[in-house]
C-alpha cells in the first residue's frame, strides 16, 4: 500500500524530473537558434555572406526533421532516460566543437550532426515528462515542457547575443557547451528510467499522415507556417541593422520583447486552444501577418518595431501551442509519432525557410525576406481555415 508520504515524494521526483526536460529543451532550442541572433558577428569573423552563415540554421533544421522519424523508431527498445542523456552529450560535445572549429565547413558538419540528436529529444521528450508525473497532471507536465521554447526565446537567444557583444561568439558557444554538460547531469539524477511504450516501427510513422486525414492537414499548416515565420525570424538581425540601423544592445531588447511576447502569448492560448483550437489558431495567424506588415510599413523607427515585435511574439506563443493542440488531438493513440512527424515538418521547414530566405537576402535584399513571411503566414491561415470548412 501506498502511503501519502511515499505518493508525494514520488510526485515532488517527477516533477523534478519535469524540470530537467524543461531544462534539456531550453538548451536544445537555444543551440538550434543562436546563430539567429549571432548572424553578423559569425559573417564579419569568418568573411563570409549572412545568408551562408544562414546554412548553420538550415542544415541544423534538416537533419533534425529529416532523421527524427527514424530515430525515435531504431531507438525504440532503448530506454528514454538513457537515449535522452546520450542526446544530450551530443549536444554538450557539438557546441564544444562549434567553439574551437578551424572552419566553417566543420562547424556546418558539427550542426548537421547536433540536429539529428535535436530531433529525437523532440519526438519524446513530452511523452517522458507526461509519464514520469500522476495522470491527472501529464497535460499540465507537457505544458510545462512546452513552456521552455518561452523560457528559451526569453533568456536564451538575448543571452547570447549579450554574451557575444562581451566576449566573441565563439565564447558563447563555449558556454553553452558547459549548460548542456549540466542539463545531461540534471537528467541523470533527475529523470527516473522510462522503458520505450509507444514507439512504433518506421513504417507504421509514415503511414499515418496517409490514413489519417487531420493529422496530414495539420502537418501541411505547420509547413506553411514555419517556413514563413522562421523565414523572417532567421534574418530579423541584419534586417534591423540595415532598416532602422539598430545597435546591438537595441536588436537584444527586440529579442527580449518578442520573446517575452511569445510567452504571454503561450500564456493566453493555453486558456483558448483547449476551448477552441481553431479560432486561437486564426486569430493568431491573422496577427502574425498583420505583425509582420507592420514591421514592413512602420518599422523603420524604433517604436515601430517594437511594435511589431510585441504584436508578432504574441501571435507566435497563440499559433506556437495552437499547432501543437491540434497535432494531439488530431492522433491522440499515437502521440510520439505523431510528434515525430511534427517535428520532421517543423524543423525541416525551419531549415528551408532559412535557405529561402537566405536565398532572397542575398539576391533581392532583406525586405522581400518579410514579404516572403506575410506570403506564406497567409497560406498557412487560408489553408487551415479552408480545410476545416471542407471538413465540417
Keep these: 500500500m501506498v502511503t501519502q508520504t511515499e505518493s508525494a515524494h514520488s510526485t515532488v521526483k517527477g516533477w523534478a524530473g519535469v524540470a530537467a526536460i524543461t531544462a534539456s529543451l531550453f538548451v536544445f532550442l537555444t543551440t538550434e537558434l543562436m546563430p539567429v541572433g549571432l548572424l553578423t558577428p559569425v559573417s564579419s569573423s569568418l568573411g563570409i555572406p549572412v545568408g551562408v552563415v544562414g546554412l548553420m540554421v538550415t542544415l541544423y533544421g534538416v537533419s533534425a526533421g529529416l532523421g527524427v522519424p527514424f530515430i525515435v523508431a531504431w531507438t525504440r527498445r532503448i530506454n528514454r532516460r538513457v537515449l535522452l542523456s546520450t542526446l544530450l552529450a551530443i549536444l554538450a560535445v557539438g557546441n564544444l566543437i562549434t567553439a574551437l572549429a578551424p572552419s566553417y565547413p566543420l562547424v556546418l558538419a558539427t550542426r548537421l550532426v547536433m540536429g539529428f540528436a535535436n530531433g529525437a529529444f523532440w519526438a519524446i521528450g513530452v511523452g517522458m515528462a507526461m509519464r514520469i508525473v500522476p495522470d491527472r497532471h501529464a497535460n499540465r507536465a507537457a505544458a510545462v515542457v512546452m513552456s521552455g521554447i518561452s ?36 537528467v541523470l539524477v533527475l529523470v527516473p528510467s522510462l522503458p520505450s511504450v509507444n514507439a512504433v516501427p518506421v513504417r507504421e510513422v509514415f503511414s499515418l499522415p496517409r490514413v489519417n486525414v487531420r493529422l496530414r492537414s495539420v502537418l501541411i499548416t505547420v509547413v506553411l507556417f514555419v517556413l514563413g515565420h522562421f523565414g523572417v525570424y532567421t534574418f530579423i538581425r541584419p534586417f534591423l541593422e540595415g532598416t532602422s540601423s539598430a545597435s546591438p544592445t537595441f536588436i537584444t ?119 516572403f513571411g506575410v506570403v506564406l503566414t497567409a497560406a498557412s491561415l487560408l489553408f487551415t481555415v479552408g480545410t476545416r470548412r471542407a471538413t465540417a
Design 151 to 186: 523560457i528559451a526565446t526569453v533568456l536564451g537567444m538575448p543571452l547570447g547575443t549579450i554574451l557575444e557583444s562581451l566576449t566573441s561568439w565563439q565564447t558563447t558557444f563555449l558556454i553553452w557547451s558547459g549548460l548542456s554538460v549540466l542539463v545531461f547531469l540534471a
Design 253 to 371: 531588447v527586440c529579442l527580449i520583447v518578442f520573446g517575452v511576447g511569445g510567452a504571454a502569448g503561450n500564456f493566453v492560448a493555453g486558456y483558448f486552444v483547449s476551448r477552441n483550437v481553431l479560432a486561437s489558431f486564426t486569430v493568431g495567424a491573422v496577427s502574425l501577418v498583420v505583425s509582420l506588415v507592420l514591421l514592413l510599413t512602420i518599422g523603420h523607427g524604433q517604436v515601430g518595431v517594437m511594435i511589431a515585435l510585441v504584436l508578432w511574439g504574441l501571435s507566435y506563443g497563440v499559433v506556437q501551442l495552437s499547432q501543437l493542440t491540434m497535432t494531439q488531438n488530431s492522433a491522440p493513440d499515437t502521440f510520439e509519432a505523431a510528434m515525430s512527424l511534427n517535428t520532421l515538418a517543423y524543423n525541416t521547414s525551419i531549415a528551408l525557410g532559412a535557405l529561402f530566405a537566405g536565398l532572397l537576402a542575398d539576391n533581392a535584399g532583406l525586405t522581400s525576406v518579410v514579404w
